[in-house]
Structure formats: structure tokens, C-alpha cells
């Protein structure tokens, strides 16, 4: 059984910066992809990004390019969402997922390529 544990999140200036955290536990990140999708309020989840586990390829919403950073740490078997120059439009709860073994894509915006999620992490950015 996976479990997708998060961390970070709170609440930020607009313009400042979050780091989320992701760790797997009960199953090693290998040959998966880890996304990160966001969900405001009365508003469908969203694709942020996702990381090819694989080869480290990254792929993201165009809303989010040059301000979200997701990177991973193989030794910690850790992916982290880094934000910056948050706006209040980013406001939502963040939620990490992760394919199921062998995934390659493409459809990593897609929340059912995902087979474990993360419980959700608040992200608030104030104007």
C-alpha cells in the first residue's frame, strides 16, 4: 500500500514563497510520474505539474511555469513543489499523487493517470 504523506503549505504574502512536500512511503519512487494538482474552492482539481520519476523530466501548467520549481530526492524518496512569487489566484489545496509502476505518460495533466494521492495541503497567498 502507498501513502503519499505531505508537507508544507500555510500561509503566505502575495509575491512570497511555499514549499510542499511529497514522501512515499510503503513503495520506492521508481519508474512512476508524480503530479501535483490544486483545488480552490468551488473550482474543479487542477494539473500543476508532474515529475517523471524516470528520467526527472518535469512538465507544468503554463499559469505556473517560471514561478513552480518540482524537483525530487531519490535518497529521500521525496518530490517538492517549490513556489514562487505566489499570487492569490494560487490559493487552493494542493494535493500530490503518483502513477502506478511502468507509467510513461503523456497525459500527466490528467488526474486519473494517478493512482495514490496525497491528503491535501492548504495554500493560502493574501493580497
Known amino acids: 500500500q502507498v501513502q503519499l504523506v505531505q508537507s508544507g503549505g500555510g500561509l503566505v504574502q502575495a509575491g512570497g514563497s511555499l514549499r510542499l512536500s511529497c514522501t512515499a512511503s510503503?513503495?520506492?519512487?521508481?519508474?512512476?510520474?508524480v503530479g501535483w494538482f490544486r483545488q480552490a474552492p468551488a473550482k474543479e482539481r487542477e494539473f500543476v505539474g508532474a515529475?517523471?520519476?524516470?528520467?526527472?523530466?518535469?512538465y507544468y501548467v503554463n499559469d505556473v511555469k517560471g514561478r513552480f520549481t518540482i524537483s525530487r530526492d531519490t535518497a529521500k524518496n521525496t518530490v517538492y513543489l517549490q513556489m514562487n512569487s505566489l499570487k492569490p489566484e494560487d490559493t487552493a489545496v494542493y494535493y500530490c499523487?503518483?502513477?502506478?509502476?511502468?507509467?510513461?505518460?503523456?497525459?500527466?495533466?490528467?488526474?486519473?493517470?494517478?493512482?495514490?494521492w496525497g491528503r491535501g495541503t492548504q495554500v493560502t497567498v493574501s493580497s
Open positions: 510503503g513503495r520506492t519512487f521508481r519508474n512512476y510520474a
Open positions: 515529475i517523471a520519476w524516470r528520467d526527472g523530466a518535469t
Open positions: 499523487a503518483c502513477t502506478d509502476e511502468g507509467y510513461s505518460g503523456p497525459y500527466y495533466y490528467r488526474t486519473d493517470e494517478y493512482d495514490y
